[in-house]
T-cell receptor, first 115, second 116 residues
Framework: AQKVTQAQTEISVVEKEDVTLDCVYE???????LFWYKQPPSGELVFLIR??????QNEISGRYSWNFQKSTSSFNFTITASQVVDSAVYFC????????????FGDGTTLTVKP | GAVVSQHPSWVICKSGTSVKIECRSL??????MFWYRQFPKQSLMLMAT?????????EQGVEKDKFLINHASLTLSTLTVTSAHPEDSSFYIC????????????FGPGTRLTVT
């Protein structure tokens, strides 16, 4: 069974601070995908990144970066120099090959960036 | 990019009535669509998976007779909440994927249902 844990329920930072959102997953599959989504107050999910289990290379996109470590089953997300517009709920999700690609979401982390 | 729409974006209905929510893939053929429910301050919970032309597969604990799903075409899936009650008030989100991208889901903007 697949499982995603986002231990941080809420995080509050001041603008320009760096912040890391943690994601730990469980799976027995060797082929799987990990995702991060942003959900602003409007509710619409915004896709941020997808990473497959065979690609452990870290990724950077502007102020966003992701650290994927299979050894610790973690896929952490860092926002550098946070901005007020980054305030949202962030979800980590996992899709397993043997589960027909269904996504299991973590409970989400609510990030508040104060000016 | 792939776009998924939902209609309506919000709906208020009276207890006991039925509500239909549409999910459309606008620029690709969605062989599979997923329906999620999200209660306030909670995560997305998968309700069911629908494949075009076949019956939906419901997750454990989801009443299939209450949440009717139809996926009659490659671009449209509908979720009907029958005999809605206040506890069905929630944010319903659909996602769609095509036959070639098993791990790529495109999410709709969601439908906020309030049952009074």
């Amino acid at each position: 069974a697949q499982k995603v844990t986002q231990a941080q329920t809420e995080i509050s930072v001041v603008e320009k601070e760096d912040v890391t959102l943690d994601c730990v997953y469980e799976t027995r599959d060797t082929t799987y995908y990990l995702f991060w989504y942003k959900q602003p107050p409007s509710g619409e999910l915004v896709f941020l990144i997808r990473r497959n289990s065979f690609d452990e290379q870290n990724e950077i996109s502007g102020r966003y970066s992701w650290n994927f470590q299979k050894s610790t089953s973690s896929f952490n997300f860092t926002i550098t120099a946070s901005q007020v517009v980054d305030s949202a709920v962030y979800f980590c999700a996992l899709s397993e090959e043997t589960n027909a690609g269904k996504s299991t979401f973590g409970d989400g982390t609510t990030l508040t960036v104060k000016p | 990019g792939a776009v998924v729409s939902q209609h309506p974006s919000w709906v208020i209905c009276k207890s006991g009535t039925s509500v239909k929510i549409e999910c459309r893939s606008l620029d690709f053929q969605a062989t599979t669509m997923f329906w999620y429910r999200q209660f306030p301050k909670q995560s997305l919970m998968l309700m069911a998976t629908s494949n075009e032309g076949s019956k939906a597969t419901y997750e454990q604990g989801v009443e299939k007779d209450k949440f009717l799903i139809n996926h009659a075409s490659l671009t449209l899936s509908t979720l009907t909440v029958t005999s809605a009650h206040p506890e069905d008030s929630s944010f319903y989100i659909c996602s769609a994927r095509d036959r070639h991208q098993i791990y790529e889901q495109y999410f709709g903007p969601g439908t906020r249902l309030t049952v009074t």
